[in-house]
């Protein structure tokens, strides 16, 4: 069997990665890093506007985890895209103030830099596949009045980072207070009376 020593390998297996080549093997795996490598591109590039957003972004997460008690770390993507579906939520009440003061170039302005904000969300559910997962869930588990209001919101399939939390409760609370319009209260009686049957 032919001995080896280190002398007799290569150089070149011992010369370090180009800093080029190793920042292109760190992908961000988490929305906060993705916001954060963001900040550092739009800096590099000088892309103010996508800068400022970014900054702001991560100025509202510091912020939150100051107000944590006790402190800790806002890292999980559940807790940054709620962040996010907070500033994207200003934004709109900015829009709608300047469109009726006829600042259109302000509401442009606010529009460039909501749909920063947004292409950094997961893909969200439309707002008519979070109706009818919330309005099944309310027939699985009977539904019918406000006292099961709680019991909807912690069954729902739904990620936090898929949808905003306020969509899920205004269905929810759109669906158990009327539960005859929207059929809950039949769909609920079929499906139990199903269930009974096949047992």
Known sequence: M?????????PAFFRPIPPRLA???????????????GEKKAAETNDTPRLWVLRGLLADIAEAEKRRYPPRMVNCDSDVVHLIHKA????????????????EDLVVEEEAEGAIIKDLLPPQLATKEVDEIVLQTCVD???????????????????????????????????INNPEK?????????THSNKFSSA
């Open 2 to 10: 032919r001995s080896w020593c280190l002398h007799s390998i290569s």
């Open 23 to 37: 920042a292109a093997r760190k992908v961000p795996t988490t929305i906060l890093a993705r916001i954060k490598e």
């Open 88 to 103: 994207i939520a200003k934004r709109n009440e900015v829009i709608a103030m300047y469109r009726e003061g006829g600042r």
């Open 141 to 175: 588990v009977g539904a019918t009045s406000f006292k099961h209001f709680n019991h909807v919101l912690r069954t729902v399939p739904i990620s936090p980072t898929r949808a905003p939390k306020a969509k899920i409760v205004a269905a929810a609370g759109r669906y």
């Open 182 to 190: 929207y059929g809950v209260r039949e769909r609920t009686a079929v």
